[in-house]
């Protein structure tokens, strides 16, 4: 079973920037697809970034232009680079694979507030 740990959260004013990281555990990680989600408090878990075994990318409207998605098979990691932060971007991140999800990790509190 693969297991998922996100980081790199924190707060910061609008505007900011923050990157997140996923580490992976399992060797056959690199073969899926993996996405960042988010949750708000009161609100559903949402899709926000993908990234395929192959590197192609997909975002949200509402992220689109603002936040970036890489990762390295190498390291088993998945990356959320986060620009131009805004206050509705406040939520807990977790990264997962959108079509058979594993093990949710504990997530990382992003908040953006001045």
């Known amino acids: 079973q693969v297991q998922l740990v996100e980081s790199g959260g924190g707060l910061v004013q609008p505007g900011g920037s923050l990157r997140l990281s996923c580490v992976a555990s399992?060797?056959?990680?690199?073969?899926?697809?993996m996405g960042w989600y988010r949750q708000a408090p009161g609100k559903q878990r949402e899709l926000v970034a993908i990234i395929t075994s192959a590197g192609i990318t997909n975002y949200a409207d509402s992220v689109k232009g603002r936040f970036t998605i890489s990762r390295d098979g190498a390291k088993n990691m998945v990356y959320l680079q986060m620009n131009s932060l805004k206050p509705e971007d406040t939520a807990v991140y977790y990264c997962?694979?959108?079509?058979?999800?594993?093990?949710w990790g504990q997530g990382t509190q992003v908040t953006v507030s001045s």
């Open positions: 399992g060797s056959i990680f690199s073969i899926y697809a």
């Open positions: 997962n694979n959108p079509t058979s999800p594993f093990l």
